[in-house]
């Protein structure tokens, strides 16, 4: 089955800085790939996504970027700000697969420091 | 209006006891979800529903057991709790099985003393 490891565990930048998280997954045949965002006592959010077809998407502060050789995929964030502070998933699985479920990797502390 | 909603949102209970955790969507997604997240932040799925079928049942103790009376629901029983089952529960909904992002409630913290 599918499985995803997640670095780093924690990350700490200053305001304004850019953030960078990797991610890589172990069946080739995976081919979506989302990011949630899980603020304290709060449910994941899903706040990007991105499927095998294109190798990078983004929207305002947010990007991500996938290697399918590889199996690496990315999440950058920049001129982070406060309220980006929250603690962020990676997660992969076959898109349409009714067999397969999201794999998430263990996540991400991101803090940011104004 | 919340999209997904669990209730209750704290739940603590003695070992042994029996507990169910309620969840409805109202987005109009065919297939729910419930996950457990440990106190290390990591979530594994534990089941899926897809009109009213079982579809993903992964090794989750069978002492678990999840009700979807319509899709709209699908509600967590837990028998004989024990003390390793304390966790946050959270339920999710996503359009299709296996299709897009889910969209997840705001979870249940159930501890077991």
């Known amino acids: 089955g599918e499985n995803v490891e997640q670095h780093p565990s924690t990350l700490s930048v200053q305001e304004g800085d850019s953030a960078v998280i990797k991610c890589t997954y172990s069946?080739?045949?995976?081919?979506?790939f989302p990011w949630y965002k899980q603020e304290l006592g709060k449910g994941p959010q899903l706040i990007i996504d991105?499927?095998?077809?294109?190798g990078e998407k983004k929207d305002q502060r947010i990007a991500v970027t996938l290697n399918k050789t590889a199996k690496h995929f990315s999440l950058h964030i920049t001129e982070t700000q406060p309220e980006d502070s929250a603690v962020y998933f990676c997660?992969?699985?076959?898109?349409?697969?009714?067999?397969?479920?999201?794999?998430f990797g263990k996540g991400t502390k991101l803090s940011v420091k104004p | 209006d919340t999209a997904v909603s669990q209730t209750p949102k704290y739940l603590v209970t003695q070992m042994g006891n029996d507990k169910s955790i309620k969840c409805e969507q109202n987005?109009?997604?065919?297939?729910m979800y419930w996950y457990k997240q440990d106190s290390k932040k990591f979530l594994k799925i534990m089941f899926s529903?897809?009109?009213?079928?079982?579809?993903i049942n992964e090794t989750v103790p069978n002492r678990f057991s999840p009700k979807s009376p319509d899709k709209a629901h699908l509600n967590l029983h837990i028998n004989s709790l024990e003390l390793g089952d304390s966790a946050v529960y959270f339920c999710?909904?996503?359009?299709?099985?296996?299709?897009?992002?889910?969209?997840f409630g705001s979870g249940t913290r159930l501890t077991v003393v």
């Open positions: 529903y897809n009109n009213k079928e079982l579809i």
């Open positions: 069946d080739s045949a995976s081919n979506y």
């Open positions: 999710a909904s996503s359009q299709e099985a296996g299709a897009g992002g889910y969209t």
């Open positions: 987005l109009g997604h065919d297939t």
């Open positions: 991105i499927r095998s077809n294109v």
């Open positions: 997660a992969a699985k076959l898109y349409g697969g009714s067999q397969g479920n999201l794999i």
